[in-house]
C-alpha cells in the first residue's frame, strides 16, 4: 500500500506566513492594533479552527490563543505545558504553554506584555469558547470587535498549501471508498464495515474522518453505523470525510447490494444530472441561490420539487475549511462564489420510489465552472451478492 505523497514543509511554512501577513495587511486597514484568536482541541469539520490555520499547530489541549499585533512577533499561548516544543516547532514563533487553569491568566499577561491593553483589538473565534473561559475574559475583550469575517474571508479563498492537503484527503477518500467497494459485503455488520474502512484511511494518513454510514432496503436518510446486518437488496449510502492538517473534504457515495433496478438507476442518474448543472452554473461571481436553483431544477422537471425544500432537504453543499465555513450552497445563504473556492457540492435527496440516495463530489471554484476534485465522480455501484 503505497501513502499518498506528504505535504511540503517549506510550502507550509511559506503560507503560513503569508496568512498572517495578509490578516495583518487587513487589521491595519480596518484600524485595528492586533487581532487574537482563539482555538482548542474540539476540532470539527462544522467548525473553523483559527489558531490552527494561522499557525499551523493542531491544538491538543482545551485552549490555545494567537496574540498578533500589527507590528511585531505574535504570540502562541497554549495548554497543556507539555506540549510546548511541539507548538514552538510546528508554529515557528513565541510560545507560552501553561496549565489549562492558568490560561485565562496567561493570556491576559500576554495582552499586557505586549502594551495592547486599552488597544484596538478584534477577536476571532470567541464564540467556539466555553462559557467559563469568554466570562473570565470578558473584561480584556469587553471593546474587541469581531474579527471573525476577517480571518474567514481571507481562508475562504484556499492557498497552495491548503489546496495541497485538500488534494491528499480526495485522494484518501478515493482509496478508501475503493477498498469499500471490495470489502464490503451481505452479512456484515454497518460497524464493521465503517472500522475497516476507518483504519484503511487513517493508514493512508488521514488524521480525522467524518463517518455516515448506513443501509436499507428503503434508506430515508443516512445516518451513524449501526449493528443492522447488511443485505441483498440494500442501498449502502456512505458519506466518507477524512481530513489532513485540518483541511476535511467530502464525497458521497451510493452502493446496491445486488444488481440496481432500472428505477434505482433512473433517479440516480436524475441526481448525478442535477449535479452536473450545478457544476456547471458555479463560477466565480454567481450567486449560491443560483447554483441551488440550478441543481434542483431538474429534480422539479422529474416531479419530486416537495423534496428539494425543508423538512427533505437543507443545503446542496457547504465548506469544511479549516479557516472558513463559507460558503454553503443553500437559498438562503447569501453567499456569492469566488475562483479558488472548495466545498462539497452534493444533491442527495429523498425519493419516493427509491429511498435516499446520495451523489456528491468535492469541487474547486473556477472561471469555467466548478471541478470535481476527484479523478472519477460518483456512480450507481454494485457489489455482487
Not at 8 to 17: G, Q, S, Y
Request: glycine share 8%; with cysteine; proline share 5%.
Amino acid at each position: 500500500m503505497d501513502a499518498p505523497t506528504q505535504p511540503d514543509p517549506a510550502l507550509r511554512a511559506n503560507c503560513l506566513k503569508r496568512r498572517r501577513e495578509a490578516l495583518r495587511e487587513r487589521m491595519r486597514e480596518q484600524g485595528f492594533d492586533a487581532i487574537v484568536a482563539f482555538g482548542s482541541g474540539a476540532h470539527s469539520f462544522l467548525a473553523s479552527n483559527f489558531v490552527w490555520w494561522l499557525t499551523g499547530f493542531k491544538q491538543m489541549g482545551p485552549f490555545a490563543a494567537l496574540v498578533l499585533p500589527a507590528e511585531g512577533e505574535p504570540l502562541l499561548v497554549i495548554t497543556p505545558q507539555w506540549d510546548r516544543a511541539r507548538a514552538a516547532e510546528r508554529s515557528s514563533m513565541a510560545v507560552e504553554a501553561v496549565a489549562p487553569d492558568a490560561f485565562a491568566a496567561a493570556f491576559q499577561s500576554a495582552v499586557r506584555s505586549r502594551g495592547l491593553e486599552g488597544a484596538r483589538l478584534a477577536v476571532a473565534g470567541v464564540g467556539n469558547q466555553p462559557r467559563a473561559l469568554t466570562q473570565s475574559l470578558a473584561r480584556t475583550l469587553a471593546a474587541a470587535a469581531s474579527a471573525d469575517a476577517l480571518v474567514s474571508d481571507l481562508a475562504r479563498i484556499r492557498d497552495e498549501w491548503s489546496l495541497t492537503c485538500v488534494r491528499r484527503a480526495v485522494d484518501i477518500a478515493e482509496r478508501g471508498y475503493e477498498r469499500l467497494l471490495g470489502m464490503a459485503q451481505a452479512g456484515m455488520r454497518e460497524y464493521e464495515a465503517a472500522a475497516e474502512l476507518e483504519i484503511y484511511m487513517r493508514e493512508l494518513g488521514a488524521e480525522d474522518n467524518f463517518q455516515l454510514m448506513s443501509a436499507s432496503q428503503h434508506n430515508r436518510s443516512v445516518h451513524q453505523p449501526t449493528n443492522r446486518i447488511l443485505l441483498r437488496g440494500d442501498v449502502l449510502l456512505a458519506e466518507i470525510t477524512p481530513a489532513v492538517e485540518g483541511e476535511f473534504i467530502q464525497i458521497c457515495r451510493t452502493i446496491v447490494f445486488g444488481a440496481p433496478s432500472a428505477v434505482q438507476q433512473e433517479k440516480f442518474d436524475m441526481l448525478d444530472g442535477a449535479l452536473r448543472a450545478g457544476l456547471a452554473a458555479a463560477r466565480p461571481g454567481v450567486p449560491v441561490a443560483d447554483v441551488v436553483a440550478a441543481i434542483n431544477a431538474p429534480i422539479e422537471a422529474a416531479g419530486y420539487g416537495e423534496f428539494t425544500r425543508a423538512p427533505y432537504m437543507r443545503t446542496r453543499g457547504h465548506s469544511m475549511a479549516l479557516g472558513s465555513m463559507d460558503p454553503e450552497i443553500a437559498t438562503d445563504a447569501g453567499h456569492v462564489l469566488c475562483k479558488d473556492m472548495v466545498f462539497v457540492m452534493h444533491p442527495n435527496q429523498y425519493i419516493p420510489e427509491t429511498g435516499y440516495m446520495m451523489c456528491g463530489e468535492p469541487v474547486i471554484i473556477a472561471d469555467q465552472g466548478a471541478r470535481p476534485l476527484t479523478s472519477r465522480m460518483g456512480t450507481l455501484d454494485s457489489i455482487a451478492c
